[in-house]
C-alpha cells in the first residue's frame, strides 16, 4: 500500500510540475510573442544565428518539440529554408534542457524561498489590472508550481527510497540497449523528453538512479533525445516534401548524435564518474541536467559544419518524384504555427496581403476585359474569384483557431483587423466581378469610349495599383510615413472620379457621348473609386495597432 501511495503522490507531484512547465510557458510566450514573431522573420543563412533563434525560442516555449513542429509547419508554407530550419532544429535541442535545468534545482536549500512563488504569483493576477501584469503573475504561479511539484515528488520517494526491493528495482537494469530503449519508449509515450527527463532527475536527486549508477542513466538519456523526434514526425504527415524532410533532418540529427555518444560510452565505462560525478559532486540531478545540455551543445558544434549535408541527405532520402499539387491555402498556413500565436498572426498577414494580390489580379483581367471588350474575361474572373473565396474562407477559419490560443489584448485587436480585411479583399473580389458585367452590356449595347476616356481610366487603375502597393509596404515594413501617402493617393482616386463623371456629363451636354454609356461609364468609375476605398480601409486598421 506504501508503494500505491507513493506512486499516487509522485504522479501527483509530476502533474503539478507539468502545469507549472505550461503556465509559465505559455505566459512566457504570451509575453514574448512579438520576440518570437521577431525571431523567426530574422532567420537567415547564418548558422549560428539558426542555431540562436531555436535556443532562444525553445527556452521561451520550453518545448523542442513545440519549436520543431513550428519549424515543420514554416517550411511547409515555404516561408523557411530546409537550411535555415536545420539550424533552428540543432538550436532547439539546446533550448530544450532549460527544463532540466529547472528539475535539477530540486535538490538545494533555496527550494523553501521559491516554493511561496505560486502564491505570490497568484496575489499579483488577482490584484493586477492590466493584462501585462497578470501575464506576469501567472509566469511566477507557473514557476512557483514547477517547485512545488518538485518538492511533492521528492517528498514522495522519501518514503521508500531506502526499501531493498525499490533500490534493486531501479538498479536491475544495465543492458545499455535496454536502457536506451526505455529512455525512447517513454518519451514517445508522453511526447516530451523533458518530462521524462526531469523525473530521472527527480529519482538521481533522491538516490534513485536507473541502472544504479556509471553510464547508465546516459544511456537513457540518449534514449530520450531519440524519441523526441515523435511528435515533429507525426506533425509532418500529409505534408509537403520540404516539411518531411525537416522532420527527417530532425531525426537524423538526434540519431547520429546518440549514436556516437552510445559507442563513446562503451568504449568508457566510467566515463560518468570521471566527468560530471567529479565534476558535481553529491549532486546527481544536476550531474544528469548538464550532461543533457552538454550532449546537446556537443551535438550541435560536431553537427553545424555539416549543416548543408543533412539538407541534401534528407532530398536523397526524400525524393522529388513528381510536382505535388498543394492548394493555395495549404501554401500560405500552416496550423503547425498555432502554438505560437505570433508567428501564426504574421504568417496570416502575408496570407492576407496575398488575398489582396489576387483580388486585385481579378480587377486587372476584368479591366483588361472591358478595353478589349472581351467577355471571356469574365470566365477568368470567376475562376480567380473561386480561389479567393476559398483562401478568404481559410484565413478566416484559421483566425478563429488563432483566437482559441494564448493570446494578448494586441493578438486580439490584430486578429480583428485581418477579418475585416479579409471582407474589404473580397468586396474587391466582388467588385472586379461587376466590371465584367458593364463588358457584356458594352458588348450587347455596342457602347464606345474614346481613347481619351480609356487613357483616364487606365490612369485611375494605375493609381489603384500604387495605393494597393503602398498599403502592403505600410503592412510589411511598419513605415508610418507611408499613411501620408496612402492618404494622398486615395484622394487622387476621389479627385479622378469626380473629374471623369464631370467631364462625361460635358460630353453628354455636348452631344459626344450617347445617353445609353452613361449608365455603365457611370457605375465602371464608382466602381473603381470603392475600390480604392476599400484598399485604403485596409491599410487604415494597421494605424492604432
Known amino acids: 500500500m506504501d508503494y500505491l501511495t507513493a506512486l499516487l503522490a509522485l504522479l501527483g507531484g509530476l502533474g503539478a510540475f507539468l502545469m507549472g512547465v505550461a503556465a509559465l510557458s505559455d505566459n512566457t510566450e504570451k509575453l514574448a510573442n512579438s520576440k518570437i514573431k521577431d525571431l523567426f522573420n530574422k532567420s537567415s543563412k547564418n548558422k549560428l544565428v539558426g542555431v540562436g533563434i531555436g535556443t532562444v525560442t525553445t527556452a521561451i516555449v520550453q518545448s523542442s518539440g513545440i519549436t520543431t513542429v513550428m519549424i ?7 516561408i523557411m529554408s530546409l537550411f535555415q530550419a536545420t539550424t533552428m532544429i540543432m538550436g532547439a535541442n539546446i533550448g530544450t534542457t532549460i527544463t532540466a535545468q529547472l528539475a535539477s534545482l530540486s535538490q538545494f536549500d533555496f527550494m523553501m524561498f521559491a516554493l511561496p512563488l505560486a502564491f505570490i504569483g497568484m496575489m499579483i493576477y488577482m490584484i493586477a489590472k492590466k493584462e501585462k501584469y497578470k501575464t506576469v503573475g501567472y509566469m511566477l504561479a507557473g514557476l512557483g508550481l514547477i517547485f512545488v511539484g518538485l518538492d511533492f515528488m521528492s517528498s514522495a520517494i522519501n518514503p521508500i527510497k531506502n526499501n531493498p526491493e525499490v533500490k534493486e528495482l531501479f538498479t536491475a537494469i544495465k543492458n545499455p540497449f535496454l536502457l536506451l530503449f526505455i529512455g525512447f519508449a517513454l518519451t514517445a509515450l508522453t511526447q516530451s523528453s523533458s518530462v521524462v527527463t526531469s523525473i530521472l532527475i527527480v529519482l538521481a536527486s ?21 524519441g ?8 509532418s504527415i500529409g505534408t509537403s516534401k ?10 537524423m540529427f538526434n540519431t547520429f548524435g546518440s549514436i556516437l555518444f552510445f559507442i563513446f560510452f562503451t568504449c568508457w565505462p566510467g566515463f560518468m ?8 559532486q553529491g549532486a546527481p540531478g544536476t550531474q544528469i541536467a548538464m550532461f543533457h545540455t552538454a550532449f546537446n551543445v556537443i551535438c550541435t558544434v560536431l553537427f553545424l559544419p555539416f549543416t548543408a549535408l543533412f539538407v541534401k541527405l534528407s532530398q536523397l532520402i ?3 518524384k513528381k510536382q505535388e499539387s498543394v492548394t493555395e491555402s495549404e501554401k500560405i498556413l500552416d496550423e503547425r504555427m498555432l502554438p505560437t500565436p505570433g508567428v501564426a498572426l504574421d504568417a ?15 480587377l486587372q483581367i476584368a479591366f483588361d476585359g472591358f478595353k478589349a471588350k472581351d467577355e471571356s474575361a469574365a470566365k ?14 481559410y484565413i478566416t477559419n484559421y483566425l478563429i483557431k488563432v483566437s482559441s490560443q494564448n493570446i494578448g489584448i494586441n493578438e486580439e485587436k490584430l486578429i480583428s483587423a485581418m477579418h475585416n480585411n479579409v471582407g474589404d479583399i473580397v468586396r474587391i473580389s466582388e467588385l472586379a466581378e461587376n466590371v465584367t458585367k458593364y463588358t457584356r452590356r458594352t458588348v450587347k449595347d455596342n457602347l464606345g469610349f474614346s481613347s481619351y476616356v480609356n487613357k483616364k481610366l487606365e490612369e485611375m487603375l494605375e493609381n489603384i495599383k500604387e495605393l494597393s502597393s503602398l498599403t502592403k509596404r505600410f503592412v510589411t515594413e511598419k513605415q508610418y510615413t507611408l499613411i501620408k501617402d496612402i492618404d494622398e493617393a486615395e484622394d487622387r482616386i476621389d479627385a479622378m472620379r469626380k473629374k471623369l463623371l464631370n467631364d462625361h456629363i460635358a460630353r453628354l451636354n455636348s452631344g459626344e457621348c450617347k445617353p445609353e454609356s452613361s449608365s455603365v461609364f457611370i457605375n465602371l468609375v464608382c466602381n473603381l473609386e470603392r475600390v480604392g476605398d476599400h484598399v485604403n480601409y485596409i491599410a487604415h486598421t494597421y494605424v492604432d495597432l
Open 72 to 78: 515543420v509547419g514554416l517550411v511547409n508554407a515555404g
Open 206 to 226: 533522491d538516490g534513485l538512479i536507473v541502472g544504479g549508477g556509471g553510464n547508465s542513466v546516459l544511456y537513457v538519456i540518449l534514449g530520450t533525445n531519440i
Open 228 to 235: 523526441s523526434c515523435v511528435t515533429a514526425l507525426i506533425s
Open 242 to 251: 520540404n516539411a518531411r524532410r525537416a522532420s527527417l533532418i530532425h531525426l
Open 273 to 280: 564518474d570521471a566527468t560530471f560525478v567529479r565534476w558535481f
Open 318 to 320: 526524400i525524393r522529388d
Open 348 to 362: 496570416t498577414g502575408k496570407s492576407v496581403l496575398h488575398l489582396l494580390d489576387m483580388s486585385m489580379e481579378s
Open 380 to 393: 477568368r474572373v470567376e475562376e480567380n474569384n473561386e480561389r479567393v473565396g476559398e483562401l478568404s474562407r
